[in-house]
């Protein structure tokens, strides 16, 4: 198993930035792909990032393309999302999660998922 744990969540304008951080224990962190996910109010857990075992690969949602970059340190066990040019409508709740084997965009093929870090975007 793996525990993860997000952190660098907050309240800001829009145009601003973010950096987010979760933080792995358990098992090895490089056997997992690593995704991070949304959930606004009222809505579905959506895709957002994904990033490979060794990083070499990264995958984004059209929605934030351009704006938003994942990243790894299996060193350190942590994965990043950086987020710049934030807008009202990424107001969510942003969790981590892991999986095994290959790629998706799906939440339902994670295993382990954090306990999210809330980030408001002020227009």
């Known amino acids: 198993q793996v525990q993860l744990v997000e952190s660098g969540g907050g309240l800001v304008e829009a145009g601003g930035s973010l950096r987010l951080s979760c933080a792995a224990s358990?098992?090895?962190?490089?056997?997992?792909?690593m995704g991070w996910f949304r959930q606004a109010p009222g809505k579905e857990r959506d895709f957002v990032a994904a990033?490979?075992?060794?990083?070499?690969?990264?995958y984004y949602a059209d929605s934030v393309k351009g704006r938003f970059t994942i990243s790894r340190d299996n060193a350190k066990n942590t994965v990043y999302l950086q987020m710049n040019s934030l807008e009202p409508e990424d107001t969510a709740v942003y969790y981590c999660?892991?999986?095994?084997?290959?790629?998706?965009?799906?939440?339902?093929?994670?295993?382990?998922w954090g306990r999210g870090t809330q980030v408001t975007v002020s227009s």
């Open positions: 990033i490979s075992w060794g990083g070499g690969s990264t």
């Open positions: 358990g098992r090895t962190f490089s056997d997992y792909f």
């Open positions: 999660a892991a999986k095994l084997l290959i790629y998706s965009t799906d939440a339902r093929t994670y295993a382990y």
